[in-house]
């Protein structure tokens, strides 16, 4: 049974930091391509980054590629999501995303999710 567990999310003050975790069980982890993507309020769900098998090749969308940053832990079967200098616009469900696609940035490829995490940056 395929799992994602993402956590590290929370209420946070704009300005600060935070660090997203997705652990992943189920699958051979170091075979997938992981992804971040968020659902704001009253908006559609949008991709926010991308690492493919063994964190070679990373994308960020441009709205935060300034101050967010992915990577993986292939040992640990985790990916992050580092996000600095949060903006109230950031507040969202961030849900952690596994494709078997080497690559991808498109939610269409991506075959398992995990249930989110809730930020919330006050202003």
């Known amino acids: 049974q395929v799992q994602l567990v993402e956590s590290g999310g929370g209420l946070v003050q704009a300005g600060d930091s935070l660090r997203l975790s997705c652990a992943v069980s189920?699958?051979?982890?170091?075979?997938?391509?992981m992804g971040w993507f968020r659902q704001r309020p009253e908006k559609e769900r949008e991709f926010v980054a991308a690492?493919?098998?063994?964190?070679?090749?990373?994308k960020i969308a441009d709205f935060v590629k300034d101050r967010f940053a992915i990577s993986r832990d292939d040992g640990r079967s985790t990916v992050y999501l580092q996000m600095n200098s949060l903006k109230p616009e950031d507040t969202a469900v961030y849900y952690c995303?596994?494709?078997?696609?080497?690559?991808?940035?498109?939610?269409?490829?991506?075959?398992?999710w995990g249930q989110g995490t809730q930020v919330t940056v006050s202003s």
């Open positions: 189920g699958l051979q982890f170091n075979r997938y391509a």
């Open positions: 690492i493919s098998w063994h964190g070679g090749t990373s």
């Open positions: 995303a596994a494709s078997s696609q080497r690559f991808s940035m498109y939610d269409s490829t991506f075959d398992s």
